[in-house]
């Protein structure tokens, strides 16, 4: 069966002489050009399982269904397109190196482009809005999917095994600024490139996040990315070894993210080694001076920058354990063994004060220059090390991080 563009358009045109079902062509082969840029009909179109020879163009119509699935045809060219319920494309093939320029649709139900949807091209709704789901399970997508600041109702769902590759300079699923009402699922989906596989920066999600990274091969940005919830499908070590190593650069927005949801979730230790993990790829990939990474470093290994305090205890032990090692072992300092020891935690210990008054240190000797120089610098750190875990016990050093 053939029908030319030409045909269609008039009908479309003449939709009142319509039944109520509108206009409904299966497995036709369109000749010449199908361009309905600026119909408006009040009736459904379905082309289903439809071959056409040149580009379809859409722009600027308006319909109450559009069900175009199963159609082969190099590109469709929908800017500006309305529809007031469904828009289906699920099986189409479309060839062209630009597949699908949907710039600023709006959707009043959902927007399918699964089941075998196939796009040698860019596939591009950056702009648009759908009121229900986005939904590409089991698409292939050659070239890029980009969905910049889409404003989406009840979903995005890219899941059951949609693959997702190319993208040329830009990420192979471009996201930036869309915003999800609902749930942002990226279960089963495979994106690939050389380059950037995906990008979330200002995405807000309404409610949860899937988001599973063993389908992602590539690096991603997630500056700005926000979500309810605790993130599914992927486990704390998995988010830690994602943020550090498979982003593009160090960003504080996606680390204090994560952390906020597992502190609203009452996750506490979890809370802890995310934070201490921010701080490493702080040192590892931020922007500090060469002092500020040796104070950072500083801050990690005493204190884990406030987060483990307690490890400035365990200094502090080492270093009183050092002094009484010094001090019984130089020989410099006179008194019994028990006046030893108690004379090496008086002079390295802060506010400590143990009876060592029978002590004295042979300050001619080499002995005892040795032990009056060790106590001073012991001194200095165990004051250092007691004051970082204050400063950690109390917050200071996180809020100085």
């Known amino acids: 069966m053939e029908i030319t563009g030409d045909e269609i358009r008039r ?22 050009r199908l361009d309905l840029s600026d119909v408006v009909a009040k009736r459904p179109l379905v082309l289903v399982d439809c071959k056409a020879e040149l580009p ?46 949907a710039l600023h649709m709006r959707i009043g139900g959902s927007a399918y482009l699964d089941e075998g949807f196939q796009a040698s091209g860019t596939v591009t709704l950056s702009g648009s809005q759908v009121a229900g789901v986005l939904m590409c ?28 590759s190319g993208g040329g300079v830009h990420a192979s699923v471009r996201l930036r600024g869309t915003r999800v009402d609902g749930q942002l699922l990226l ?51 998995e988010w830690l070894a994602f943020l550090a190593d498979r982003t593009l650069r160090y960003s504080a927005q996606p680390w204090a993210q994560l952390a906020t949801a597992h502190q609203a979730a009452g996750h506490e230790r979890d809370v802890r080694r995310i934070r ?41 032990a080492g270093v009183l354990a050092v002094s009484v090692g010094v001090v019984l072992v130089s020989g410099g300092v006179r008194c019994s063994v028990v006046e030893q020891v108690g004379y090496a935690l008086n002079v390295a210990a802060p506010l400590l004060k143990a009876d060592a008054a029978r002590c004295t240190v042979d300050a001619g000797s080499g002995a005892g220059r040795l032990v009056l120089a060790s106590t001073w610098l012991l001194q200095v750190l165990a004051w250092a090390f007691a004051t970082l875990f204050v400063a950690g016990f109390t917050g200071l050093v996180r809020r100085n991080a």
Not at 76 to 86: E, I
Not at 137 to 148: K, P, T
Request: net charge positive; with cysteine; glycine share 14%.
């Open 137 to 164: 399970g089991g698409g292939r997508f050659d070239n890029g999917l980009f969905l910049v600041d889409l404003r989406v109702g009840d979903g995005i769902f890219l899941n059951q095994d949609c693959r997702i």
């Open 276 to 316: 201490v993990a921010q701080q490493r790829d702080l040192r590892r990939r931020g922007q500090l001076s060469r002092w500020g990474r040796l104070w950072h470093l500083v801050r990690g290994v005493t204190v884990g920058h406030g987060y483990r305090p307690g490890l400035a205890l365990v200094w502090l």
């Open 56 to 101: 379809v163009v859409l722009s600027r119509a308006h319909f109450s269904l559009l069900d175009l699935s199963g159609l082969v045809a190099p590109s469709l060219q929908a800017r500006g397109l309305t529809v007031d319920h469904h828009l289906k494309l699920s099986g189409a093939r479309l060839t062209a190196e630009e597949s699908v320029d």
């Open 187 to 237: 279960r089963g989906v495979r994106i690939t490139s050389a380059g950037v596989a995906l990008d979330l920066r200002y995405v807000r999600v309404g409610r949860e996040l899937f988001l599973p990274f063993d389908g992602i091969e590539g690096k991603a940005q997630l500056e700005g990315l926000t979500y309810e919830g605790l993130p599914r499908d992927a486990t704390v070590d």
């Open 11 to 32: 009908r479309m045109i003449d939709h009142e002489s319509l039944d109520p079902g509108g206009l409904r062509i299966v497995g036709a082969t369109i000749t010449g």
